[in-house]
C-alpha cells in the first residue's frame, strides 16, 4: 500500500508577527493552511489566530479576501514561504488579519477590528515569520493505490497456484 502514497501536497504553517506599532508591543500568533509548493492565489487557504497581546481576534474562522493589487497571497518555495502579500477577514466577527512580507509586498502584517478598538501591526513587516508545520505525511494516490492492491491480489493468485502444483509433484514422486 505503501507503494500508492505520495507526499502530501497541502502545507500548513505557522505565522508570528510582533505589535511594534500598535503599542502593546506583544505578538500574534496563528496558523495557515492550506498551501501548495509555489505560487498561492489565495481562496482556499485559511487562518487561525491562536494568540495575541490583548487576546482579541482568538477565531479559526479567518477566510481568504483578498491580495493587494491582485497578485499571489504566498509563495512557498522548498517548503518555506517566500513572499506573503494576503487579507483574511473572520466569517464570524468584523476582525481582520493580513500577512505581508517586507517593505513592498502590499500589505503590512496586522490584526484590527472595523470599530478599531485594539490594532496590533508591524508596519514594517520586519518581525513577521513563517514556520513550516508538521505536514500530513502521506496522501493516497487513489489509481496507484488500486493498482498495488491488484498486484498483492495477482501476487497471492500465483503463489497458491504454485505451491498447488508444488503438492502435486511431491505426491507423485
Do not use: W
Not at 23 to 44: I, R
Not at 84 to 99: D, R, T
Amino acid at each position: 500500500m505503501l507503494l500508492g502514497a505520495a507526499p502530501a501536497h497541502a502545507l500548513n504553517f505557522t505565522f508570528r508577527f510582533q505589535d511594534v506599532n500598535g503599542g502593546s508591543n506583544g505578538f500574534v500568533t496563528g496558523t495557515l493552511s492550506g498551501l501548495v509548493d509555489g505560487d498561492n492565489a489565495g481562496p482556499g487557504i485559511t487562518a487561525t489566530v491562536t494568540s495575541s497581546p490583548g487576546g482579541e481576534g482568538l477565531f479559526s474562522d479567518y477566510i481568504f479576501v483578498g491580495s493587494s493589487e491582485g497578485g499571489n497571497a504566498f509563495t512557498v518555495t522548498s517548503g518555506n514561504i517566500t513572499f506573503a502579500n494576503a487579507f483574511f477577514g473572520s466569517s464570524s466577527s468584523a476582525y481582520s488579519l493580513f500577512l505581508g512580507t517586507g517593505e513592498n509586498s502590499g500589505y503590512f502584517s496586522q490584526l484590527t477590528d472595523a470599530d478599531s478598538n485594539f490594532n496590533y501591526v508591524d508596519v514594517s513587516n520586519s518581525t513577521t515569520q513563517f514556520t513550516a508545520a508538521t505536514p500530513v505525511p502521506f496522501e493516497l494516490n487513489s489509481a496507484v493505490g488500486i493498482a498495488t492492491l491488484g498486484f498483492c491480489f495477482g501476487a497471492a493468485k500465483v503463489r497458491k497456484n504454485h505451491l498447488a502444483k508444488k503438492r502435486m509433484v511431491s505426491v507423485e514422486a
